[in-house]
């Protein structure tokens, strides 16, 4: 849909390019046992949901998008993918991504994902979300040992 929204030619480096999020943008290729990607492993590595292509086929599909992967990766918002929630989620937004959450996910998970985005949309600004999810992820770590 991309290709065709914004009339991008078809090969394996448009479609890297295409793919919205960093950890997505990865493909193999049988034919060679070739790994195709940039910056995907790092950002699984370092556990972190960030947009990887400026192209966006909806507003309100990325909110969707955004707000669920990173409830079932827990990965940290990158700046650019938190300012996006901040400045792009509306009421219509939020109320198209419910919707849509409670058409495919039981409802404690639909609970769950808004509850995320509750928490997450509290912050002042990126460095108190930061900090913030840090110090989750410490409380997570401890309580696993």
Same mark, same amino acid.
């Given at each position: 849909?991309?290709?065709?929204? *914004?009339? +991008?030619?078809? #090969?394996?480096?448009?479609?890297? #390019? =295409?793919?919205?999020?960093?950890?997505?943008?990865?493909?193999?290729?049988? @034919?060679?046992?070739?790994?195709? &990607?940039?910056?995907?492993? &790092?950002?699984?590595? &370092?556990?972190?949901?960030?947009?990887?292509? @400026?192209? +966006?086929?909806?507003?309100?599909? +990325?909110? *969707?998008?955004?707000?669920?992967?990173?409830?079932?990766?827990?990965?940290?918002?990158?700046? =650019?993918?938190?300012?996006?929630? @901040?400045?792009?989620?509306?009421?219509?937004?939020?109320?198209?991504?419910?919707?849509?959450? &409670?058409?495919?996910?039981?409802?404690?998970?639909?609970?769950?994902?808004?509850?995320?985005?509750?928490?997450?949309?509290?912050?002042?600004?990126?460095?108190? *979300?930061?900090?913030?999810?840090?110090?989750?992820?410490?409380?997570?770590?401890? #309580?696993?040992?």
């Amino acid at each position: 849909m991309i290709f065709k929204k *914004y009339g +991008i030619q078809p #090969s394996l480096q448009n479609l890297l #390019s =295409a793919v919205d999020f960093t950890f997505n943008a990865i493909a193999y290729d049988r @034919k060679s046992a070739r790994l195709h &990607q940039t910056c995907s492993l &790092q950002a699984i590595a &370092q556990r972190r949901l960030d947009f990887n292509s @400026k192209w +966006i086929l909806s507003r309100k599909v +990325i909110a *969707y998008r955004v707000l669920l992967l990173r409830f079932k990766t827990g990965f940290i918002l990158s700046e =650019a993918v938190f300012d996006f929630l @901040k400045t792009n989620v509306d009421v219509e937004v939020l109320t198209f991504v419910k919707n849509l959450l &409670q058409t495919r996910l039981p409802p404690d998970t639909v609970k769950a994902v808004l509850d995320d985005y509750r928490r997450i949309s509290g912050f002042k600004d990126y460095e108190q *979300y930061r900090l913030g999810a840090m110090n989750a992820a410490q409380k997570i770590s401890n #309580s696993d040992r």
